[in-house]
């Protein structure tokens, strides 16, 4: 930034976003009551007033003019953007063009190979087994065949389970699970400690007291446990 003797507001509208800041509901056209426009130009004002927006998987903004986020970016008067992502201008939709609206052309991106022989990415080795257990009626819901055929499929799971606890036992790895039900991570973590392995099971709803309280502290103790404790499976 050439001019040192001006300051620089960085505004993550993203975050923003994800908190749900009642003052996002001021972009509407609807606001009717004279106390509320005033806090509306307000914040169009401070909007206007930032000079550097970071928009962190910026591939994931909506596509539709009406959405919250690209209300926020076509009222900021932020010159300088910056859109970071992993994937962009991949999916030939209009996320692609608001995309390109809102933070630019790519200008800079590093190759893969690049990142790996850096030691930041790792080199993935990818392992394909047919399971034909259970057989499955046809005429089946997704939702139910997935239900059969991955949450609760006996063979598929404890053939997994078998892969991870000799990873973590004879290779002394820590090994990472993503799941898409929670009942599927219960029942593998279940499974993993019946072979005495410790594993953790996390999600966004986890709590001690059973609400939602599973916040970035405790995220960072789990991300802590990784390098001093013994192996172990999330």
């Given amino acids: 930034y050439e001019n040192k003797n001006q300051s620089i507001m960085i505004t993550d509208l993203n975050q923003v976003v994800k908190n749900k800041d009642d003052s996002i509901l001021l972009?509407?056209?609807?606001?009717?009551?004279?106390?509320t426009n005033?806090?509306?130009?307000?914040?169009?004002?401070?909007?206007?007033?930032?000079?550097?927006?970071?928009?962190?998987?910026?591939?994931?903004?909506?596509?539709?003019?009406?959405?919250?986020?690209?209300?926020?970016?076509?009222?900021?008067?932020?010159?300088?953007?910056?859109?970071?992502?992993?994937?962009?201008?991949?999916?030939?939709?209009?996320?692609?063009?608001?995309?390109?609206?809102?933070?630019?052309?790519?200008?800079?991106?590093?190759?893969?190979?690049?990142?790996?022989?850096k030691g930041k990415l790792a080199i993935p080795t990818v392992y394909l087994q047919e399971i034909h257990e259970p057989k499955l009626p046809?005429?089946?819901h997704v939702t139910e065949r997935y239900k059969r055929g991955i949450v609760e499929n006996t063979v598929r799971n404890e053939y997994y389970v078998e892969e991870i606890c000799?990873?973590?036992?004879?290779?002394k790895q820590h090994v990472l699970v993503f799941v898409k039900r929670k009942?599927?991570?219960?029942?593998?973590r279940d499974l993993i400690r019946a072979q005495n392995v410790r594993a953790i099971f996390v999600h966004g709803g986890i709590g001690?007291?059973?609400?939602?309280?599973?916040?970035?502290?405790?995220?960072?103790?789990?991300?802590?446990?990784?390098?001093?404790?013994?192996?172990f499976v999330i």
Avoid at 27 to 35: D, P, T, Y
Avoid at 99 to 113: A, F, P, V, W, Y
């Fill in 27 to 35: 972009l509407s056209n609807e606001v009717q009551h004279q106390k």
């Fill in 38 to 117: 005033v806090k509306k130009q307000k914040f169009l004002k401070y909007l206007a007033s930032i000079q550097l927006v970071i928009s962190d998987e910026a591939h994931e903004q909506p596509a539709s003019q009406k959405s919250e986020y690209n209300k926020l970016f076509s009222k900021c008067g932020a010159y300088y953007r910056f859109g970071m992502s992993a994937t962009p201008l991949t999916r030939h939709d209009p996320v692609d063009v608001f995309l390109i609206g809102n933070t630019g052309e790519i200008i800079s991106q590093l190759d893969r190979k690049f990142l790996e022989k």
């Fill in 138 to 140: 046809k005429r089946l």
């Fill in 166 to 171: 000799e990873a973590v036992k004879k290779k």
């Fill in 183 to 188: 009942a599927h991570g219960r029942a593998l």
């Fill in 208 to 231: 001690t007291d059973g609400k939602k309280t599973w916040t970035a502290e405790r995220r960072r103790k789990i991300y802590e446990q990784i390098d001093t404790k013994p192996p």
